[in-house]
């Protein structure tokens, strides 16, 4: 009796969105391809998801037999699973939220901050009075182009196009020393500076645009200085 042979079925896999595959096209159409990606559901990829430029033609971008890397964007209500050959973001504009730690990488220094690549659609701005609870003269002086970061979102803005971290925001606030314990009397220099930062303050949360860029840095000036005298000054107790 001749043994009963069966087709070997492909492995059952769970498909989330933004999966990565490695995958080899079977079809083409005036439309998009069919792709094989090793599972028993049928995988397509539109032509306005085969590059990032207008493609008029899918041959231009792909041939039967091609190998090609895909990442899927969604299952339909029917199971066919729609996928892109454009490599999506790590963090959609509707995935960052206030508080959410994430990892990047700084790609621009700048006097006022540092930008970082986190993989949403723009970069990430850390501001120079949020990189350190120390008092940090030039954001080079803590980082440099292509170190790894973690920080966390402490501004999100789509309208804007704005995206702001924290790095202080994870770090544990430095313990006040012991004879800071008592109460301390601000001196007249302190008091002037910390009035002068609450109507900075005041200026970011009502200015836009270009005022605000200036009125932020204004911010961190007056943050440095109170930070700097503050360092640099004996306590004074009741």
Do not use: C
């Not at 990565?20 to 094989?36: L, M, N, P």
């Not at 090793?38 to 397509?44: E, L, Q, R, T």
């Not at 002037?192 to 000036?221: N, T, Y």
């Not at 930070?227 to 004996?234: D, F, V």
Request: net charge neutral; no cysteine; glycine share 6%.
């Amino acid at each position: 009796m001749a043994e009963s042979m069966t087709t070997p079925q492909p492995p059952t896999v769970e498909i989330k969105r933004k999966m990565h595959f490695k995958g080899r096209v079977v079809k083409i159409t005036t439309a998009g391809a069919i792709v094989d990606i090793g599972v028993d559901k049928p995988a397509v990829v539109h032509i306005s998801q085969l590059s990032r430029e207008p493609v008029r033609r899918v041959e231009d971008v792909v041939q039967v037999g091609q190998e090609v890397d895909v990442w899927v964007r969604r299952i339909t209500p029917k199971g066919i699973i729609e996928l892109t050959m454009i490599e999506p973001y790590k963090w959609e504009w509707r995935e960052l939220k206030p508080g959410l730690v994430v990892t990047g990488r700084v790609i621009r220094i700048l006097d006022r901050g540092i930008e970082v690549d986190i993989g949403a659609p723009v970069p990430a701005f850390v501001p120079i009075a949020e990189m350190s609870h120390a008092y940090v003269r030039h954001p080079s002086d803590l980082v440099k182009e292509g170190d790894e970061i973690e920080a966390k979102v402490i501004e999100v803005n789509r309208r804007r196009q704005r995206i702001r971290l924290s790095m202080r925001a994870l770090e544990q606030a430095p313990q006040k020393a012991e004879e800071d314990t008592e109460e301390r009397v601000p001196s007249p220099m302190e008091l002037a500076l910390m009035q002068a930062i609450e109507e900075a303050k005041q200026r970011v949360a009502e200015s836009e645009g270009q005022a605000r860029e200036e009125a932020l840095a204004r911010l961190q000036e007056l943050e440095r200085l109170l930070a700097n005298l503050r360092g640099h000054q004996k306590p004074t107790l009741n």
